[in-house]
């Protein structure tokens, strides 16, 4: 089996070989090739070349074209920070929506327009269906209503919002769906195979929360997804905890689970079907670990999740990995 099989036959629970290895590389990629990590988020053409060696040297099964979560932000009219060696982030201080109001007159950008920081990514995805397409899992990057509503609002303001003013949080978050299914399709039209969802913000809400607000638009936009013809991969950075059970039943082809969350409640909460990946500490592990101790921890992980598990680390694996540590992780997918 190459890499695009596998992780097929891992999401449609069908033996493999060996079990599915999908990290999330980020920076580490960029290093790979020597650039500075700015290059790597606005160039997809290098972010693609980071990603190729990257996957080939550490036998990882597919590529992505995940860089930072300010692309529908920056295409939205947000202030947008950019850096030489660092990701862009949101200028929250300057929010595009710190006047509620101008949501009404807000426009969707248009995820193929030509310049504009969505279609970069776009251009990602074409070029690797032209390269590696049926070799390796080709895998596109949205982000979650709740993740696009901080970016936009503001994380502070938003989390008052809840409470304050709970119409304005469900017509923003009506608005980001509508983006990232518009972003998702063009994505999938260029020919990746799998969408990541990064809904960071919503591990920031308590359970009811969660099952009130996010679920219902998270569950939606799988759900478009799915109808466009994409598999669904689900990573809220942080605690979840008290949501597991919700997060089970969104219906997403795979859940990443971040270090603090146990594998063994995920499982018992998300049932027997649900593929589950990651979990393993990017820091304190996978980092600053040594061989043996990526080994032992991954080989927890495998025990406590059964089967359909994908080997991988709990959130980004850090740009200053030693490449043994991130070669322990792959040895242990059998």
Same mark, same amino acid.
């Given at each position: 089996m190459n890499g695009y099989e596998r992780v097929l036959a891992a999401l449609e629970k069908r033996q493999t070989n060996r079990?599915?290895?999908?990290?999330?590389?980020?920076?580490?990629?960029?290093? &790979?090739?020597?650039?500075?990590?700015?290059?790597?988020?606005?160039?997809?053409?290098?972010?693609?070349? #980071? &990603?190729?060696?990257?996957?080939?040297?550490?036998?990882?099964?597919?590529?992505?074209?995940?860089?930072?979560?300010?692309?529908?932000?920056?295409?939205?009219?947000?202030?947008?920070?950019?850096?030489?060696? &660092?990701?862009?982030t949101v200028d929250e201080a300057n929010a595009l929506l710190k006047d509620k109001s101008k949501l009404k007159t807000l426009s969707?950008?248009?995820?193929?327009?030509? #310049?504009?920081?969505?279609?970069?990514?776009?251009?990602?995805?074409?070029?690797?269906? &032209?390269?590696?397409?049926?070799?390796?899992?080709?895998? #596109?990057?949205?982000?979650?209503?709740?993740?696009?509503?901080?970016?936009?609002? #503001?994380?502070?303001?938003?989390?008052?919002?809840?409470m304050d003013d709970p119409e304005f949080v469900r017509e923003l978050f009506g608005f980001n769906i509508q983006l990232a299914t518009a972003f998702a399709k063009a994505q999938i039209e260029a020919g990746c195979d799998i969408i990541g969802v990064g809904d960071a913000a919503a591990s920031l809400v308590g359970p009811k929360i969660y099952r009130d607000f996010v679920f219902p638009y998270e569950k939606q936009l799988v759900e478009s997804i799915h109808a466009l013809g994409g598999k669904v991969r689900l990573h809220i950075c942080g605690n979840i905890s008290k949501s597991l059970k919700e997060v089970g039943q969104l219906g997403c082809d795979m859940v990443d689970l971040d270090s603090m969350v146990s594998v063994e409640k995920a499982r018992g909460e998300m049932g027997e079907g649900q593929v589950l990946a990651g979990n393993l500490d990017p820091v304190k592990c996978l980092r600053n670990g040594t061989p043996e101790e990526i080994i032992a921890a991954v080989s927890a992980c495998r025990r406590a999740a059964g089967a359909n598990y994908i080997v991988g680390a709990g959130c980004e694996v850090p740009r200053d990995t030693p490449p043994e540590n991130v070669a322990a992780m792959r040895s242990c997918c059998g």
């Open positions: 079990l599915a290895f999908m990290p999330i590389t980020m920076m580490f990629a960029g290093d &790979q090739i020597d650039i500075p990590y700015g290059q790597y988020a606005s160039d997809f053409s290098l972010l693609v070349e #980071g &990603q190729l060696e990257t996957a080939k040297k550490f036998d990882i099964d597919h590529v992505s074209c995940i860089s930072d979560p300010a692309r529908e932000a920056a295409d939205c009219g947000a202030a947008i920070h950019y850096f030489d060696d &660092q990701p862009p969707l950008p248009n995820p193929t327009k030509p #310049g504009s920081r969505m279609n970069d990514r776009v251009q990602a995805v074409r070029l690797f269906a &032209q390269k590696v397409k049926g070799t390796f899992f080709i895998e #596109g990057w949205v982000e979650g209503p709740c993740a696009a509503a901080a970016n936009l609002r #503001g994380i502070s303001a938003l989390m008052t919002d809840f």
